[in-house]
């Protein structure tokens, strides 16, 4: 088997695992209220079981990056995670008590955190072009996960029998169901993943254009860079800027280094991530996914209220809801190969404000009827929808351009755990004000338009560092 056919296996079975981690969200968030009323859990409970998940991701998702980048390896990590995923919703199964059903969510999202190390990987196996349309494509996958979800509820919601001791019924068989299938895909990720060779790499202290020749023996096709699809050399790249450049060459002065490096050596956090560009990233991963958290929390309560839509059209909304971010993340990927990351990114912020301002006028304070309210609904959902893809694919490969690629996979956790900070404090923020939507939207909109004036002063700074606009121009003059 060729390098690229091992690419595109391992990349499908990423897509698998993000798929499986909508499918997941999918399957349990519709019962565990009601599972959580039968332990006799106060209504608190379900604030804490959602985010719990989301805890647990936060504060393992560094530490399964920093293990990323001192191996280079992401499949130990990715086989040793999902154990977690699969303890947690077998716990869930169980469910004896409302703290064993909060623990399960708690050891569930401990696996969850290995998503930093998929992203690292991802960074250091694509090249900068094409990194916007893979992390589109596998952020899509998760996206169909969430559609696919409420089929397999189906069938699951007319299970009721014993398996041994334990009672398998509407609110328990969601978490079998997800044990097993975490469980098939070990075996998924024993057979078709491999750890690719990184197409990027920093030596020296410069940036190298690696030219590798064919092997002669077939023993050694698995040192073999990747081949690109035109059968041209692959070039390496680094996300690095010049002070990481002179750290780099301090750093790998020594023999030793070199032969076995220490990504870690004098890195320094504060010099990461306090750069302008990192900053103003960071920020857009917070502030999208603290409105998209906020809005699904407000979307349930307010269609009961103002339209009276039952189980049926909630689900039904959802599923149109996932199409339309399905198509988005496509569209993203098609437009990610014409368009600089950065013109994406402000083209999704301003798509989101629009849609924040036709909510905050027209939702707010509902009048005109009921078609027309709900015809102004279903408009602000659609334009809320149509800008989260532009904005969550763009600053996710900008982010992995702009921050240094040999320690990618804890970068890569640390803007994971910003982004698992916003799901926590979303609902939270949102629960409260359903009844206040002038409160709620005008806070999204201020933290929109916040981002919004921060992309701009740093639109020059939201690219890819002079070294690797330098190696990609000898590429194509070559």
């Not at 589109?136 to 969430?146: D, E, S, T």
């Not at 032969?259 to 956090?269: D, E, Q, V």
Request: hydrophobic share 45%; proline share 4%.
């Amino acid at each position: 088997m060729d390098n690229h056919q091992k690419r595109n296996l391992t990349f499908f079975t990423i897509g698998l695992i993000f798929m499986l981690s909508g499918i997941e969200y999918a399957v349990i968030l519709p019962t565990i209220w009601r599972y959580l009323q039968i332990l006799e859990a106060p209504p608190y409970f379900l604030g804490l079981g959602l985010s719990a998940f989301s805890l647990a991701g936060l504060l393992t998702g560094p530490f399964f990056g920093l293990w990323s980048d001192k191996t280079k390896t992401t499949k130990s990590i990715i086989l040793f995670s999902n154990l977690f995923e699969i303890a947690g919703n077998f716990m869930y199964f169980i469910g004896y008590s409302k703290w064993l059903l909060l623990c399960s969510r708690l050891v569930a999202g401990i696996g969850a955190g290995a998503g930093s190390s998929i992203f690292g990987f991802l960074t250091r196996s694509t090249r900068p072009e094409e990194r916007a349309g893979i992390f589109a494509a596998i952020m899509a996958c998760r996206q169909a996960g969430l559609l696919v979800g409420p089929a397999f509820n189906l069938f699951l919601r007319l299970c009721d029998f014993k398996l041994g001791p334990f009672v398998v019924n509407k609110y328990t068989s969601p978490g079998i169901f997800m044990c097993l299938l975490w469980t098939l895909v070990q075996f998924v990720v024993l057979a078709l993943y491999w750890d690719l060779p990184a197409i990027s790499s920093t030596e020296g202290g410069a940036v190298m254009v690696e030219l590798k020749e064919e092997e002669e023996d077939d023993e050694d096709d698995e040192d073999v860079p990747l081949i690109g699809p035109e059968e041209e050399p692959v070039h390496t790249y680094s996300s690095v800027n010049n002070d990481q450049l002179e750290t780099s060459m301090s750093s790998d002065a020594s023999p030793d280094a070199s032969a076995h490096p220490n990504p870690f050596t004098n890195f320094s956090a504060s010099r990461e991530f306090l750069r302008e560009e990192v900053v103003v990233l960071l920020t857009a991963q917070f502030i999208t996914l603290f409105n998209q958290t906020a809005l699904e929390t407000m979307v349930t309560p307010l269609t009961q209220r103002d339209f009276s839509f039952g189980e049926l059209g909630n689900s039904l909304m959802y599923s149109l809801c996932g199409v339309e971010v399905i198509l988005g993340f496509f569209f993203v990927r098609w437009l990610s190969r014409r368009v600089a990351d950065r013109a994406v990114l402000a083209a999704g912020l301003v798509i989101c404000c629009i849609a924040c301002v036709w909510c905050l006028i027209f939702l707010s304070k509902p009048r005109g009827g009921y078609a027309w309210e709900l015809s102004a609904f279903i408009i602000g959902v659609f334009l809320q929808l149509l800008g989260l893809p532009f904005v969550a694919v763009s600053q996710v490969s900008l982010f992995s351009k702009v921050t240094a690629e040999k320690t990618q996979g804890f970068s890569q956790g640390v803007r994971r755990s910003v982004g698992g900070l916003a799901t926590i404090l979303g609902p939270l923020w949102a629960g409260g004000l359903t009844n206040n939507l002038y409160v709620m939207l005008g806070m999204m909109l201020a933290l929109l338009i916040l981002i919004s004036v921060m992309t701009v002063l740093s639109y020059g700074r939201l690219t890819e560092p002079p070294a690797v606009q330098c190696a990609h121009s000898s590429d194509s003059g070559g």
